[in-house]
Every structure is written in C-alpha cells, then in structure tokens.
C-alpha cells in the first residue's frame, strides 16, 4: 500500500497556504482556514501509528463530510453585502 500520508500532505500543503493567505486578508477566512487545519491536524494525528484499513476508511469519510460542511457553509462576501 502506497504511504497516504505524503499524498495528503502535498495536496493539504497547498490548501492549507491558500486559507492562510485568504485568512489574512479576509476575516471571514480566518474560521474556514482554522476548521482546514483541524481537519489536517486530526488526519495526521490518526494516521501516524499506520492504523489499520478500517480506521482509515472510516477517517476518510469523516474527513470527507466536515470538508463538505465547509464547502455547503453559507458566506458573506463584500459583493454579497450590496
């Protein structure tokens, strides 16, 4: 089984600097990018003993479901506003 690790550390690499760089110039960012990083943090956490394929199964839905939380959010924007 190839290592999942480093295949979501390059793709959680990128998005992770993006909400940062949004977070600092948007305040409504600034919660979406802290949930971001909990979400990594818990990932990373989890699948640092190696855990068994059932575990990470199940990690990934739980992943999959708070990203789509965040996704489906409602957000004000400056243009929204008008």
Known sequence: MPNLTKNIQRCWAHLLRES???ALKIPEAIPIHGAL??????LIDTLKDDPPPEVRKVLWYMARAMLKRLM???YENE????
């Open 20 to 22: 940062k760089d949004l």
């Open 37 to 42: 990083k909990r979400i990594y943090e818990r």
């Open 72 to 74: 489906e959010g409602k």
């Open 79 to 82: 243009t929204s506003k008008c």
